[in-house]
Structures are given as C-alpha cells and as structure tokens.
C-alpha cells in the first residue's frame, strides 16, 4: 500500500521501495538508513569545522601518501562503526584504510552486503568552506554467507554494484542514491533531523553547457582531451554553447551539479599520473553508476568504467563522467587521438 504524504521521509521511502519488491529482506534499507545515520553524526562535525579545533592535519598520511585531516578520521570511523553495529554488512573497504575490515562475529558473517566509501572526498577544502561529501557504493558479496567476508567481495567491477550515492555538505545537506530502478535525492530537514525526498527520480539531462576540468593540468593532458576541452571553450550558440567552465575540485559538488544541470567532469590521466587521481571503487565506480542510473554515462577514456575488473583496492583511474551526448562527443575526441 501506498503511504500518501507530501514528505518521505529517507527511512519511509526505502521502507517503500521495499514493499513493492516482494522478494526484498529489508537488508538493503537497512543498510541505507545506516549510512544515512553516519552522514547526519557527520554533517553536524562538518559543520562545525571553522568553530573548534578539529581542523589541521592529524599528522599521519593515508595509505596514497596523502595528508590526512581529522575529519576524514572522524568520518571513516562513524560510518565504519554504524556499519560494524547494524545488521545487513559483512565488512567494509575504505578510502582511508589499507586494507579491508571484515566484521567476522556471527550477525555480519550472515549478512549479504558488503559497503565501500570515500568517508570524506574534498577535504582539502575544508578549511576553507566549500562543500565536501561522503561516497559509498554497496555490493552483493560473491563469498558465501556464514563465513567472513573476503577481498573478492571487494574487488567487483562497479556493473555489480546493488547501490552507490553520495552526501554533499554543501549549502544544504544532502543524501542521493541510486538503485538499479532509479536515483532518488534527500535533502536534510535541520529541524527535526530527517533527509526528506526532495529530488524524486534524478533524470542527468542529456546536453548540457557546464565542462568541469582542472584547466593547470591542461597541458599534461593527452591530445584528444585538450582538443575536446578547446572545443568546449569555442562553442557558440549556433552549436549549443557557450559552454561554462566549472570546477571547485570537489566531486561530489562538481558531479551533482553537472546530475542536476547537465554537463561533463573530467579527471584525465596526465604525463605525471597517467591514471589520474580518482580512485576506481571509492570514487569513480560510485558515480559512474548513479550517472548512469540518471541516463549519463562514464568511462574511463577507452571504456565503459563499471566493466573494469578492479586487481587492488586503491586503484586509480583517469575518469569522465555526464551528459549522454556531451560524453559522445568527447569519445569522438578521444578514439581520433
Ligand atoms: P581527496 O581524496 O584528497 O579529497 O581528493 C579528491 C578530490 C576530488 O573530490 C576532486 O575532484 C579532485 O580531488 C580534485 O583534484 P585536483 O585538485 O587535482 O583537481
């Protein structure tokens, strides 16, 4: 039965997606409302990041060698803990952790889920105000049940992801997901402390005029990606332009106002990093399949991102992620090169 409301409720709805789906354990949004717990513990810390003495490096560097805040700390370990004490995962990989944390006590031995997450992707933008996110992306295990999760789980290409969604701290907070039957956004209600559906079924319209890139890389690029940027920077209104350059260097903002708008976010490889920067299941996996769930697509220059067989945990990967058509034409770019 259908609840008639005006407001959903994050819980109300995945409690209803449920029901239309007989064969569903209630597992997943289990899982879901998990995540969504972190996020909220989280937003709170976020937002009070410029008032007490949370910011600054911890002074210690994540398992890339990069300089780790507080804050990511703070994430990883509330989302590491919700997960740890609720009943529908098996263990978890981290962008901030080595290796993978397999719960093993009897509950998560049974569970049938197994979550990956970049607990706080920007954060070198944390000082400094600008919006910031969670990542996560949820996979059936491929080990058997009754028994502790194993790195296999891990290491699926992202076309077995079961959901994958973000949260953005941004000027409201918050919560999209996606599912194989569609992308559903939530934005946080402060006042009574609840993501609430407020982007029902996110459609990534097909063109848009919005290229986000990081222009001091631009001559490390490889060929086709600097003719397509050149392209981006020469249209007119006679072909669809002029296009808008955009970039915080924050994805999970750049992304979901390129979902929202329409556009293209590029991470290339370069000359001095020919994977690029992104990582493949933290980060790139997660967003290629809610593009794709919108009607967008991803790939990674050659191929389709989400066919990739991921061989470690940290892997990286050069990225392009959007607008159906507008991903067209850069391919047209990129196969000429
Ligand atoms: P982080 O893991 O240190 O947060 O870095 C990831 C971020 C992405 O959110 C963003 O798109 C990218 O790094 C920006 O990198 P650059 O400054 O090299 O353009």
Same mark, same amino acid.
């Given at each position: 039965m259908m609840v008639n409301r005006n407001i959903l409720t994050l819980d109300e709805f995945t409690i209803q997606q449920m029901r239309s789906f007989p064969a569903a354990t209630g597992e997943l949004s289990s899982l879901l409302r998990d995540i969504g717990l972190a996020s909220k513990r989280i937003n709170v810390e976020v937002n009070k990041a410029g008032l007490v003495d949370i910011l600054g490096d911890y002074g210690t560097t994540n398992v890339q060698g990069e300089e780790v805040k507080k804050l990511d700390i703070y994430a990883n370990n509330q989302l590491m803990g919700v997960l740890k004490h609720g009943i529908s995962c098996a263990g978890i990989a981290s962008e901030e952790l080595d290796d993978i944390v397999v719960f093993d006590d009897e509950v998560s031995n049974n569970s049938k889920y197994i979550c990956m997450f970049d #607990? %706080?992707?920007?954060? $070198? /933008?944390i000082d400094v105000n600008v919006s910031i996110g969670t990542i996560f992306s949820i996979y059936r295990r491929v080990s058997k049940l009754g028994i502790p999760c194993t790195k296999e789980d891990f290491l699926q290409p992202g076309n077995k992801q079961v959901a994958a969604g973000y949260v953005i701290y941004g000027s409201s907070t918050m919560l999209v997901y996606a599912t194989k039957r569609g992308v559903n956004g939530f934005t946080l209600d402060p006042q009574i402390g609840e993501f609430s559906l407020s982007h029902p079924d996110i459609q990534c319209p097909a063109d848009g005029k919005i290229y986000s890139v990081n222009h001091g890389n631009f001559f490390q690029y490889e060929q086709g990606v600097k003719e397509y940027i050149t392209c981006c920077q020469k249209k007119t209104k006679a072909d669809g332009g002029p296009y808008t350059q955009r970039y915080i260097g924050s994805m999970v903002a750049d992304v979901h106002r390129n979902l929202i708008k329409g556009g293209i976010f590029t991470y290339p490889g370069t000359t001095? @990093? #020919? /994977? $690029? @920067?992104?990582? %493949? %299941?933290?980060e790139c996996n997660p967003f290629a399949f809610i593009v794709e769930m919108a009607g967008g697509r991803a790939t990674d220059g050659k191929q389709r991102v989400m066919d990739l067989q991921p061989t470690e945990l940290h892997q990286r990967t050069p990225f392009f992620v959007g607008s159906k058509n507008m991903m067209d034409e850069l391919d047209a770019f990129i196969k000429a090169d």
């Open positions: #607990p %706080l992707d920007g954060s $070198g /933008n001095d @990093k #020919p /994977n $690029g @920067k992104l990582r %493949l %299941l933290y």
